[in-house]
T-cell receptor, first 113, second 113 residues
Framework: DTAVSQTPKYLVTQMGNDKSIKCEQN?????MYWYKQDSKKFLKIMFSYNNKELIINETVPNRFSPKSPDKAHLNLHINSLELGDSAVYFC????????????FGPGTRLTVT | AQSVTQPDIHITVSEGASLELRCNYS??????LFWYVQSPGQGLQLLLKYFSGDTLVQGIKGFEAEFKRSQSSFNLRKPSVHWSDAAEYFC???????????FGAGTTVTVRA
């Protein structure tokens, strides 16, 4: 069983479109995260949720909106996609806020043309 | 805020040789330290972690790391590398006051036959 899953794995779209990436974890964790990995492989946290509550909201354009319908799911919606949004987006989860051991999904490679 | 430096961008090692990857962190208190590995096209997998106690920690795939407070370091080692160890390695630090993991820029390991 996949612990942290993301869909889709690849996403190719045009500038200006709106797209969503879904994430689900079956580990029973309370905390979930979104990271962006740029072309130089640098990982930067974007958001974290704990029990459906937004905890971390880094300096991310407000075109990015996370949504957590329940603590096992954290989706990322992106409006008006730009070329600079091209990256790999990783979802992760941890047992709780203060447990820093995070488990990562396989990533979604977003390409904006 | 905490930060992580991985001084080596790229390391090439022969199969069967030993490997050491360097990681230095900046944080005022005792940090939570992690090493993750990312194989091509994959998500991040946790290799090992240090929270407290014994400063030499064992991880999966034959890796170990040593926490040295005096040097603010958490270097990763493997006595004998296998071709399957070719990957990107990330050191990460968590601080107790902001619920975030900060990642280093990563070290790419190439294994030659």
């Amino acid at each position: 069983d996949t612990a942290v899953s993301q869909t889709p794995k690849y996403l190719v779209t045009q500038m200006g479109n709106d797209k969503s990436i879904k994430c689900e974890q079956n580990l029973g964790h309370d905390t979930m995260y979104w990271y962006k990995q740029d072309s130089k492989k640098f990982l930067k946290i974007m958001f974290s949720y704990n029990n459906k509550e937004l905890i971390i909201n880094e300096t991310v354009p407000n075109r990015f909106s996370p949504k957590s319908p329940d603590k096992a799911h954290l989706n990322l919606h992106i409006n008006s996609l730009e070329l600079g949004d091209s990256a790999v987006y990783f979802c992760a989860s941890s047992l709780g806020l203060a447990t820093y051991e995070q488990y990562f999904g396989p990533g979604t490679r977003l390409t904006v043309t | 805020a905490q930060s992580v430096t991985q001084p080596d961008i790229h390391i090439t090692v022969s199969e069967g040789a030993s490997l050491e990857l360097r990681c230095n962190y900046s944080y005022g208190a005792t940090p939570y330290l992690f090493w993750y590995v990312q194989s091509p096209g994959q998500g991040l997998q946790l290799l090992l972690k240090y929270f407290s106690g014994d400063t030499l920690v064992q991880g999966i795939k034959g890796f170990e790391a040593e926490f040295k407070r005096s040097q603010s370091s958490f270097n990763l080692r493997k006595p004998s590398v296998h071709w399957s160890d070719a990957a990107e390695y990330f050191c990460a630090v968590g601080a107790s006051d902001d619920y975030k993991l900060s990642f280093g820029a990563g070290t790419t390991v190439t294994v030659r036959a």
